[in-house]
């Protein structure tokens, strides 16, 4: 590689130390943004070097070289500085490894070569047939002929640099909000590579021997992709990924040119998509969603439920190659991804469809109707909420209760917790969408694995075992304070349910009662209610000794399951072992129901949004489930075909070997 920029000459060294590496997937391009962005805080040259191989040294102020350093997991690296603030550039580097670069204990996602296993897995229900497209821009078309003078090519690259980055600030924010800061970090490395002082260095140089700013830019960025796709870890490689991504922003900026888009229409597949791609997707373009990697609580899965798209994820390496116009027909509920269908397959497939449509179609037209089971038991049934959008489709789609608000949505993407005012108007505004029916807040649910730069917290080995959920809001009091404040100005105005999540222990519980009391002063108000969620398995078998403390018991499924199946919800890898219908997970829902006496219990996680599995929740005892707004009616639809009174269905399910085999069950129910 030949960079215009000389290696870095600034005076000898006056300050150097040694770490390693060790985040999962070495100095992959998040960590790697972030050593950037702090080495570039100082008024210091900061170098760095791979003490074993000698690799370096090179300058940490650019990601594009820190990534040819291929420092894996357990590389050993100098960092060196010189200049005035070089103590204090050196001790920062060293203290951010030693927090994995705000990546501990965070789950990395897995390397491209991973098979996941189990796959391909039902991920957003519904049927879609239709071409394979890909999510591609046109190749920029770079001018040819003669540049302008170098002044004006670096003015017009200069201008479409910092709209490049303002779009990708509006991304990351969206992100951030909608799925959660740790997804969003991924843009700030795309951010660093904007600025980075080699890829401008080998541009002005460009410039300078008068190339045009779009050639100089597209080939300074296609020299770093060269570079990092031949870097020997395939983590690494796949990373040139996001270098692309940048160069082709800012030449769409510089020339003028649209945005990614799906050409015509039919079946997105693609390695994993980013919660932003998801929430951008043109749903008249895009009928269904085939990832190779993924997995079905992840966010792109997720946001795939909230628009309503058909998705099968973890669908493995093959699918990749399928190129675009090969006809491919998939089915959300089932998992099934046929190639080239034959015509019997699309005919069952159709005919399914056709089916499915029908019953969604009665289903919305009853949905502002109550959920009433054949044998006459009401079940309610609720909207889970991420913003103010959220509950204006929950009140479209008929929902009784918003069974679940993630507030983290106020919380993350910003640099300050949110104040008590906009706390208070945001909850208003939920509850008008929701045309005053009641509103379930969640206080603060974030932790190690979703951090604020305003709660900071110590690096954790385990972020999904350590400081999250109700721990750290009794920790962060400040931040509970304040949202207790706001949820007792809006309880005075409209039914409102609070609910704690990840409660390990009747003392945390009563703990924050204590907060929410004084809070309220001592006088909380009629309607107001207080529960728990249940995600802790150990909660779950302890639902008697919550249960006199308490108005409502929620079990998130999500967690439930991958703490009881030690089985982490994000990672492709396990997501065949992290099945929400397996039935030791659904004996601890038995035992919730068992021990809840007169709170009632409820269902928040994915399993409340699969029609299969309602009659059996609704058997065992829950009696409201939240779901994304979309599936309310469905979910009401299923309520009405279940009995309330099923021994027999209870027993067999919970005697079941294996999640296949309640599936089974359910579906010949
Ligand atoms: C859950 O864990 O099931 C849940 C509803 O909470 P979240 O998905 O927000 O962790
Ligand atoms: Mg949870």
Redesign the pocket.
Known sequence: MTHAQPEPTAGEPTAAAEFVVTNPHGLHARPAARLVEEARRYDATVLLREVDSGTGPVPASSLSRVATLAAGQGARLEVSASGPQAQQAVDAVVALAGESFGEAGVPAAPPPTVQPTGGPLPASPGIAIGPVVKLEEAPPELPEGAAGDPATEREQLESAVSAARDELHRVRARAAREVGEQEARIFDAQLALLDDPDVRADVDAALGAGASAARAWDSALRLVAETWERLPDPYLQARAADVRAVGRLVLRHLLGTAAATVTGSGILVAEDLTPAEVAGLDAAAVRGIVLAGGSPTGHAAILARARGLPAVVAAGAAVRSLVAGTTLALDGTTGEVEVHPSPDVVRRLEERAAAERTRAETALAAARAPAVTSDGTEVLVGA?LGSVADATAAGAAGADVAG?V?TEFLYLGRDEAPSVEEQVETYRALARELGGRRLTLRTL?VGGDKPLPYAPQPAEDNPFLGVRGLRLALAERRLLHDQLEAVAVVARETPISLMF?MVSTVDELAEARELVEKAFDGAEPEAFEVGI?V?VPAAALKTASFAPHVDFLS??????TQYALAAERGNPAVAGIGDALDPGVLRLVHEVCHGAGDALVAV???LAADPAAVPLLVALGVRELSAAPGAVPVVKEAVRRSRATDPDLVRRCLTATGPAEVRAILSGH
């Open positions: 889970n679940l993630r649910d999540p969620m995600e079990i998130g499924t999500n967690d439930l928040c996680g994915e």
